[in-house]
């Protein structure tokens, strides 16, 4: 008996999409993730990102759009650390953290000297952990 595809199937999907670059199928399974989930920032963002992976520049714009004609707002970026026992929440661009000045003293010192190694990393693999974790926080 055929069943249904659910929304962990065609998640699966449009990850295997982000993976090998095919923004036809990637399309149309977020299409598909998107009728049983219109809301979710996530979907949007990991399509975004595979088509820009791919510079696919109008299909960017496109799902930008939709965000915007939906009134679908990204759901900020997140990153939990523990030290010493004690967690520590990060949000992008956040500058509650009473240590933040410190922090981002620190973010700079550590890019400024991977600048003088000359070991700059490669920013398209931050762009699609970025997605990744955008689709698998906002699930």
Same mark, same amino acid.
């Given at each position: 008996?055929?069943?249904?595809?659910?929304?962990?199937?065609?998640?699966? #999907? #449009?990850?295997?999409? !982000?993976?090998?670059?095919?923004?036809?199928?990637?399309?149309?399974?977020?299409?598909?993730?998107?009728?049983? =989930?219109?809301? =979710?920032?996530?979907?949007?963002?990991? *399509?975004?990102?595979?088509?820009?992976?791919?510079?696919?520049?109008?299909?960017?714009?496109?799902? !930008? /759009?939709?965000?915007?004609? !939906?009134?679908?707002? @990204? &759901?900020?970026?997140?990153?939990?650390?523990?030290?010493?026992? @004690?967690?520590?929440?990060? *949000?992008?661009? =956040?500058? /509650?953290?009473?240590?933040?000045?410190?922090?981002?003293?620190?973010?700079?010192?550590?890019?400024?000297?991977? @600048?003088?190694?000359?070991?700059?990393?490669? &920013?398209?693999?931050?762009?699609? #952990?970025?997605?990744?974790?955008?689709?698998? #926080? &906002?699930?």
């Amino acid at each position: 008996m055929p069943m249904k595809a659910s929304i962990a199937a065609w998640g699966a #999907l #449009l990850d295997a999409c !982000r993976r090998h670059g095919n923004v036809e199928v990637a399309k149309l399974s977020a299409f598909k993730l998107l009728d049983l =989930d219109p809301e =979710d920032s996530g979907i949007y963002s990991l *399509l975004a990102n595979i088509c820009a992976h791919e510079r696919r520049w109008g299909d960017v714009r496109m799902v !930008r /759009s939709m965000m915007r004609e !939906r009134g679908v707002k @990204k &759901t900020p970026g997140c990153s939990l650390i523990e030290v010493e026992g @004690k967690f520590y929440e990060f *949000l992008v661009a =956040d500058g /509650s953290h009473p240590q933040s000045e410190e922090i981002y003293r620190v973010l700079n010192e550590i890019f400024l000297l991977s @600048k003088l190694e000359d070991s700059v990393p490669d &920013t398209a693999q931050f762009m699609n #952990l970025n997605a990744y974790c955008d689709a698998f #926080l &906002t699930n």
